[in-house]
């Protein structure tokens, strides 16, 4: 972990924060107005590792080299950006190779699919070097997820689960379990991830030149959305991606997916891109979007107010205005949205909030900001509740393994 900048100086600590979030105005004007303060003297070691943390190394290492401000800075740190840049190009270049490879699996398959998240929005929101991405994210019917899964090991990819989906799982799942699962198989891994996530991960042997693809049978997570997988279908349209003519939803139901994205993992999980999605949307996007269109379907979805949220949370964190279209798109405001993502801690200081270090009274501290922030959201206070129940109750069987494990580790 780098040093924070003049240990805590708030006046450096600032400085290098508005650096970071100035990269992600869509417009550019709040980067060119920081263009002539005397960036040497900025934390670089510190602004990259929060930047790579928050997915915004790319747009961050851009937005120096395009404004010519490498010249005043350290070589490392010249160097650093330019490593970031090809790694986002070369990640471009991998995202064409493999939806290319999908493609060719669906009229394989005769399986129809749709694109969402990062490989898109880096295509037609942001630019290749800009948006960084980890895989190609797309959403094929359900009763075909098998299909795709043969399809796919028969080309080298092979499913893949972090080991911490075998933890703290609930004891009606593990009752329900088939006959002959056994704890921590792979088995059990993927009967997680159908009833939790929608998803299952595909990844390759190391030095594969092309992307994982995770593939989704519904692009909200179960109880997030009031949206079954015949509405969701019904907002693919075809656009063309990488050249190739592809299905991906349209300029409303990809808002209200980013704004629920930008959010549902809680304070503790946030990235500062997925933020920046909603308001990039906006700025290239927000002149075409339906607001009538848009406001039915947050209804019919019930996802409105995560957008709403997502906004309010957007102007608490973001040293820029939202781009104009956001009145005329969305003039929805909430003062309770507002008020309890900054008390949750979602304001500037969210760059480095994951780093600070843990105590009993933060811990607590961290429960009430989890309240908030579901809150925010415009959940009922019983659903936000529960929710938050099951955080602490996750959050606490870890803390108790742990301990146990180093008190086990101790006494051998």
């Known amino acids: 972990m780098a040093r924070a900048p003049s240990d805590g100086n708030p006046t450096a600590v600032t400085a290098a924060r508005d650096a970071l979030l100035s990269a992600l105005d869509p417009s550019g004007r709040a980067w060119e107005a920081r263009l002539e303060r005397d960036w040497a003297e900025l934390p670089w070691s510190w602004m990259l590792e929060h930047a790579r943390h928050h997915k915004i190394a790319g747009a961050f290492a851009e ?12 070589a490392a740190v010249g160097e650093a950006v330019s490593e970031e840049r090809r790694l986002a190009l070369r990640q471009s270049e991998r995202a064409a190779r493999t939806l290319a490879l999908v493609d060719e699996i669906a009229r ?11 490989s898109l929005l880096a295509q037609k929101v942001w630019a290749p070097a800009l948006r960084a991405f980890g895989d190609v994210d797309i959403v094929v019917p359900r009763e075909r997820v098998d299909d795709w899964d043969r399809a796919l090991r028969a080309r080298k990819y092979y499913f893949w689960a972090s080991p911490q989906v075998h933890e703290d799982l609930p004891k009606w799942f593990l009752h329900a379990a088939p006959p002959g699962e056994e704890r921590g198989s792979k088995a059990e891994a993927r009967r997680a991830m159908a009833c939790f996530h929608r998803h299952y991960l595909y990844v ?3 030095g594969d030149p092309r992307l994982p693809v995770e593939v989704h049978w519904h692009i909200f997570v179960p109880r997030e959305s009031k949206a079954s997988e015949s ?5 693919a349209i075809e656009q063309e991606l990488c050249g190739l003519p592809v299905q991906a939803l349209d300029r409303e139901a990809t808002l209200l997916h980013c704004a629920v994205h930008a959010l549902e993992g809680g304070w503790k999980k946030h990235r500062l891109l997925h933020l920046a999605d909603v308001v990039w949307i906006l700025e290239r996007w927000g002149g075409e979007i339906d607001s009538a269109k848009l406001a039915e379907l947050g209804r019919r979805w019930g996802v409105g107010g995560a957008l709403t949220a997502a906004l309010e949370g957007a102007r608490a964190v973001f040293p820029f205005p939202l781009p104009e279209p956001v009145e005329r798109v969305w003039p929805k405001r909430s003062l309770w949205a507002r008020r309890s993502l900054r008390s949750a801690g979602l304001g500037p200081e969210i760059v480095d909030l994951y780093a600070r270090p843990r105590s009993w009274g933060r811990g607590v501290g961290e429960i009430w900001s989890d309240a908030l922030w579901e809150m925010a959201w415009g959940r009922p206070p019983r659903t936000a509740w529960n929710r938050v129940r099951r955080l602490v109750a996750t959050r606490v069987l870890r803390r108790r393994r742990v301990q146990s494990g180093s008190a086990a580790h101790e006494s051998s």
């Open 63 to 74: 937005r120096l080299r395009s404004s010519g401000v490498l010249d005043r800075l350290p």
């Open 108 to 118: 394989e398959l005769a399986s129809p699919f749709f694109v969402i998240k990062g």
């Open 204 to 206: 390759l042997a190391e």
């Open 231 to 235: 509405e969701v279908w019904a907002h």
